[in-house]
């Protein structure tokens, strides 16, 4: 048997999720089967008493009445035995930990269960919104065709609008540019959108490689940590949520969206109120993978602001792809800054499924991270 540290992530005991949630029922069986089948075995054995007083010399009834006495002693007592055992083991033996986490898991489980039950057309928005291609021309948004993007981090604010409703207003060739607004002069916060499992195997919010070589978790890292040096070269200060969260710079395995949902302990040490501006970096996909541009996430339908169009124009300049509508959808994020009066950029870098699409972006990389850092400079620095 493994020895595993079960002091933090459910995860870390039980490595497998299907066998977690085949435990969690088991121990449900076994619960029912200790209360039922005693009940069964005394109703039995009550019917063979009276048995017993109408025929008192009947040696078979009697010992049909000792058998269900011995029979309901020792299922009413076998879940006694088994904590027995259990309890004589060490907290980090895996069965143990595995049995004592099943039930865990399986709560975390109804509750996202419960919370997609709830929120049926939000979380089928955050899976995937139907578009097409074809209906981008230069930023010129065409009406007649639909394409399909997977986005992630989806809201369940009930005032948020989760369709993708686009119109030539959310067009960077129409959109209000205005001067970029922050509610105060604090540093600058960076998030990389997803995580690794099996944190991110909880809440649904992995992404992993696509048929592209690429995974979206590894790219929003690789982006976020070259925009990080640019602006502390530029003299911005400047904070990464995802380490600040993790504790751990080089993998920052924990995700602002789940962290923030959850309300952790370690969510909370930190004053997310006093930052000036937000960035949070994601990449695209979509069912046919052939996907190609960069997009923002709003909570409504609004315009761009200078800063906006500054961060797009970064990466289209060097990919040579457009710049695809705005996409209209309920976030987390965009919610919890906006509702602090904290600019927030959600930024869809490209289309991480299709290699093509990646290979201009991946070649220029360095120059797409330095302009980033220099537009965030500019409004925000």
Not at 175 to 187: C, F, L, R, T
Not at 189 to 195: E, K, P, T, W, Y
Request: hydrophobic share 35%.
């Amino acid at each position: 048997m493994q020895i595993l540290n079960c002091d933090n992530l459910i995860s870390s005991c039980c490595q497998d999720y299907g066998l977690a949630r085949i435990l969690s029922t088991a121990s449900n069986i076994i619960d029912l089967i200790h209360i039922i089948v005693p009940i069964i075995l005394i109703l039995m054995a009550t019917i063979t008493l009276f048995q017993i007083m109408a025929n008192p010399d009947e040696k078979k009834l009697k010992n049909k009445l000792r058998n269900s006495v011995i029979a309901t002693v020792i299922i009413f007592f076998i879940p006694t035995f088994m904590s027995a055992v259990l309890n004589i083991l060490p907290n980090n033996f895996s069965i143990k930990s595995c049995l004592k986490a099943s039930k865990n898991i399986a709560s975390i489980s109804r509750n996202n269960t419960a919370i997609s039950n709830k929120n049926k057309e939000e979380e089928k928005e955050r899976v995937s919104i139907f578009t097409n291609p074809d209906r981008y021309e230069k930023g010129k948004e065409k009406k007649e065709k639909k394409w399909n993007f997977i986005f992630g981090d989806t809201s369940n604010d009930s005032n948020d609008s989760n369709s993708n409703s686009n119109d030539d207003s959310n067009n960077s060739s129409s959109n209000i540019s205005q001067s970029s607004s922050s509610n105060g002069k604090g540093p600058i916060l960076l998030i990389a959108g997803h995580s690794y499992p099996n944190y991110c195997s909880q809440y649904s919010d992995c992404r992993g490689k696509t048929v592209s070589g690429y995974a979206e978790e590894d790219e929003t890292r690789k982006l976020v940590k070259l925009i990080k040096k640019n602006l502390d070269n530029l003299g911005v200060k400047n904070d990464i949520a995802n380490a600040l969260l993790a504790g751990n710079y080089d993998q920052m395995n924990k995700s602002f969206f789940i962290e923030s949902r959850n309300n952790s302990e370690i969510f909370r040490k930190y004053n997310w109120n006093n930052y000036s501006f937000v960035l949070e970096v994601h990449f695209n996909a979509t069912q046919s993978h052939t996907g190609k541009g960069t997009l923002l996430c709003k909570k409504n339908k609004s315009y761009s602001t200078k800063a906006d169009n500054d961060i797009v124009n970064a990466i289209t300049k060097h990919t040579g792809h457009s710049r695809l509508a705005d996409s209209i959808q309920g976030l987390n994020n965009v919610s919890f800054f906006m509702n602090r009066n904290i600019p927030i950029t959600y930024l869809e870098t490209e289309f991480y499924d299709n290699a093509s699409a990646m290979k201009p972006y991946s070649d220029h990389i360095n120059e797409i991270a330095y302009d980033i850092a220099v537009a965030i400079k500019k409004h925000y620095g």
